[in-house]
């Protein structure tokens, strides 16, 4: 079946711009996962949605970051007012979740933003 | 202390070396682990779970030893194209929810 979709791809924009990232979960997936990667570095969780629950924004990393879902569909992330230190890989990732007893996170191929 | 900790390597072998990586987590209550493969510039991808009576799928066995918080990863007879960066898992705090922590991961490199 189809996995994790992202888009776009990548993304060029100029900094003080506002972007935004899409991710589209495999089907019948309660959580979704927002992580960012830095070129070299580890996987830093910013955001989780698990089914209708408030979600777990404890790593976004400023209020320029918000993320929403519409039940268990599509999820788009957006950042405000870019700056440079936001060039990272945004990596979406969903599972079945708690309610399906399976954590198992399954990962899209990521939005490349780069901000100049 | 790091919620999950790995050692970043690299771990430089030959083809059909076998090599064993380990991750340590802090969370005595974890209940979920797992490896994840990333090659360069791609995403993570699920390798394997690992199960408390430990796995092994082809030349890759997992083990959990709950006693000393670690898991551990092991590839046989390694290939070329195991070369990647091998990331561990863990479900970390209850209150966490579905949440995995992810150790920043350990690269491999396999040689002619």
């Known amino acids: 079946g189809a ?7 990548n993304k060029v924009t100029e900094k003080g711009k506002d972007v935004e990232l899409r991710c589209d979960p495999i089907s019948g997936h309660t959580a979704l996962y927002w992580y960012r990667q830095r070129l070299g570095q580890g ?10 629950s408030a979600p777990d924004k404890s790593g976004l990393p400023s209020d320029r970051f918000s993320a929403e879902r519409t039940g268990e569909s599509v999820s788009t992330l ?5 700056q440079q230190e936001d060039s990272a890989v945004y990596l979406c ?11 198992e996170q399954y990962f899209g ?3 490349r933003l780069t901000v100049t | 202390r790091k919620e999950v900790e790995q050692d970043p390597g690299p771990f430089n072998v030959p083809e059909g070396a076998t090599v064993a990586f380990n991750c340590t987590y802090s969370n005595s209550a ?5 490896w994840y493969r990333q090659d360069c510039r791609k995403e993570p991808k699920l ?20 006693a000393s918080q670690y898991i551990s990863l092991l590839i046989r007879d390694s290939k070329l194209s195991d070369s990647a960066t091998y990331l561990c898992a863990v479900n970390g705090r209850k209150s966490s929810g579905d949440k995995l922590t992810f150790g920043t991961g350990t690269r491999l490199a396999v040689r002619p």
């Open chain 1, 3 to 9: 996995g994790v979709s992202q888009s776009p791809s």
């Open chain 1, 43 to 52: 996987l830093e969780f910013l955001i989780y949605f698990q089914g209708n």
């Open chain 1, 78 to 82: 957006t950042i405000q007012r870019t």
């Open chain 1, 93 to 103: 990732a969903s599972s079945l979740g708690r309610d399906r007893f399976s954590y």
């Open chain 1, 109 to 111: 191929p990521g939005t």
């Open chain 2, 30 to 34: 974890s209940q979920s682990f797992f």
């Open chain 2, 47 to 66: 390798l394997m779970s690992v199960y408390s009576s430990g796995n092994e799928d082809g030349r890759f066995t997992a083990q959990l030893n709950r």
